[in-house]
């Protein structure tokens, strides 16, 4: 049967092949009204899918009922929270197949009128709790979205609505548009003449003073506004656009125009009779007020009962009393006030520093952003002192060096190390320097001052207690400019005393500034040494001699931050001969010569071969004749050296037989024959 069955929701001929018995359980009952469409076991697989199929019958449902799958998307209404695919499907709530007349929804409250409003995700509040279901579920109010998605056109309905008030009040609107279309951002539902919620302070007109206590009626239904009457010929108040710029949009003006038309220049809102003064506009006077004088009070002027009505204006000292008791002169000659000062206040004042390079001390460097009160200090009675000395520095500035200068460079001279551009870096440069006992020269010229001059030296000895440093924390005399006060002296005070290789005493005599290494010691300076330096000795780097120079420093050379520096001493030990750094060739071919066989009889310096300095006629054989054009190796053969490694071999000069036999097996007369 379970195979007749498939083949029956396949084909829909089900009827036609199976018994009456059979098509009754194919199919449950009679669909309801709204389903009739979809009678015939041919439709079954419209709601109900295909075997296997895999999709849901809620999914199916949803294929007609656009507008369900439209809010649920939307996550609106009721189906919105109520159906979820795999949780609860529609059929839970809205069966079929029992009969025609079968109501689809069931109000499980018992009737749509007791349906708990929340659930759809809209509370209904104040008067919509008293209106009808069909009164709002009605067709001409279904504009929404789901509305054009639903198959219904017509009826009831039950989605389609919006929550907005203008979805549904379009013809309630008295304000004919003038307002934003959020009607709940100033009513409520419980009355639609009253304005709960609206806020006056966030209109365009905030209320206050009297103004808080008018009724709506006399601003937004005064004769001056045009109005509107309703169909009942009642005028209809006026919300948008209301004037209320000038007072005199509401309010007449009793002073005919004589004054101001801005009511607000000389009354507020908390009566017409009460004038604020601050706000009066003195402007329509013959003395503005402006800058400060607008904050003064008015008694100040015109006296606690006004009595003074015209009070004189025309100079500053009319008012008030010469703070600066005569000394306030420009060109020798006395001026008001308002020559250096506006009412926008007297500090600062209005002399520039323009003005002022035409003083007896012209402003200029970072004088030029000092305020004038720095300067100008304030001496009883005085506001500001005008007249003060000004021809030394030290007249306004105090010796932050600590008096470490004042037997070198007399205190009036501050300009000898600094500028008024500003009082560091200090303008005591290289050239200046050079006349001290340190040139600043190489490297020395890049180092900061702080670094040898500062209260904290990194990698320095710290000053002692009785250097005094001054506000400016320097050092400035006594100061070692020796090399060793800064750096650690890797050869042991060897070259400390003056006098032979050690030249001046100083490091200056052997190095340059620039740098530790290379050092200056040249050809020349060498000869001065144990071993003058000549021929082939002038090529030969130091190191190959000075093997300690092969090692470089790891760290540090600075006395207090020290670390790896090599030992430097070049101390011999043993007097220097050409075997002190060479390997004889010879052997002990010519120790039993007077010299010891010294290297330099027979060598020059310039190159170990040709040896330039033997003279064979100085030998035990003399070369002549034939024997002057013979070359060296045919009588000086190598032979294999002992103990060496094999292939070693040297030339013999000593001993060889100066006998003819010894080198010609047969004589020359006996070869003739």
Partial sequence: MGALL??????????????????????????????????????????????????????????????????????????????????????????????????????????????????????????????????????????????????????????????????????DDVHDGALDATCESCHDAARWDKAPKFDHDRADYRLDGKHVDVACDKCHLTPRLKTRTNVEGERVPLFKPVPYKECSSCHEDPHKGRLSTKCSECHVT?????????????????????????????????????????????????????????????GGQAVDCAACHKVEGFIPSTFTVSQHRATAYPLEGKHQQVKCAACHVARPPLVARLRM??????????????????????????????????????????????????????????????????????????????????????????????????????????????????????????????????????????????????????AIPCVACHAELATRGSGSTLVAAARGVPSLTFVATQRRTCATCHETPHGNQFASRKDGGDCAACHGIDAFAPAVRFDHERSSFSLKGAHATVACEGCHKREPVSGAPPGTTRVVYRPLSSACESCHATPPRERSR
């Fill in 389 to 538: 000395s000004s021809a030394r520095c030290a007249d306004c500035h105090e010796d932050v060096h600590g008096g470490q200068l004042a037997a070198r460079v007399p205190a009036a001279t501050c300009e000898s190390c600094h500028s008024v551009s500003g009082f560091a870096p200090s303008t005591f440069g290289p050239a200046a320097h050079a006349r001290l006992r340190l040139p600043l020269e190489g490297r020395h010229a890049a180092i900061a001052c702080a670094a040898c001059h500062g209260a904290t030296r990194p990698g320095l000895p710290g000053w002692a207690a009785t250097v005094a440093l001054g506000k400016a924390k320097v050092a400035l005399a006594g100061v070692d400019p020796s090399c060793t006060s800064c750096h650690v002296d890797p050869h042991a005070g060897r070259y400390s005393t003056p006098g032979g290789a050690a030249g001046d005493g100083t490091c200056r005599n052997c190095h340059g500034a620039d740098s530790f290494r290379p050092s200056r010691v040249d050809v020349a300076m060498h000869a001065t040494y144990a071993l003058a330096l000549e021929g082939a000795h002038r």
């Fill in 270 to 330: 908390r009566g017409f009779t009460i004038i604020d003064k601050r706000e009066f506009n003195h402007a329509l006077t013959r003395y503005p007020l402006k800058g400060e004088h607008a904050a003064v009070a008015c008694a100040a002027c015109h006296g606690k009962d006004m009595s003074r009505r015209n009070p004189r204006f025309a100079t500053c000292a009319s008012c008030h009393a010469d703070a600066h008791r005569g000394e306030a002169t420009l």
């Fill in 6 to 171: 498939a083949v029956c929701i396949m084909t829909g001929i089900c009827l036609l092949i199976a018994p009456t018995r059979l098509a009754g359980q194919i199919s449950p009952g009679p669909l309801a009204r709204a389903h009739a469409s979809l009678e015939g076991a041919a439709n079954c697989v419209k709601c109900h899918g295909l075997k296997g199929a895999g999709s849901p019958m809620t999914q199916v449902c949803l294929q007609c009922h656009k507008e369900i799958g439209w809010l649920m998307q939307q996550q609106r209404g009721l189906h919105a929270r109520e159906v979820r695919v795999g949780r609860k499907e529609c059929a839970s709530c809205h069966p079929d197949h029992a009969g025609a007349d079968f109501k689809m929804v069931e109000w499980t409250e018992g009737a749509p009128s007791r349906f708990d409003h929340r659930k759809a995700g809209w509370t209904l509040e104040g008067k919509h709790t008293e209106a009808k279901c069909e009164g709002c579920h009605a067709t001409k109010y279904r504009v929404g979205e789901a509305a054009t998605l639903s198959p219904r056109k017509a009826g009831a309905g039950w989605v389609g609505l919006e929550r907005n008030c203008v979805s549904c009040h379009t013809g």
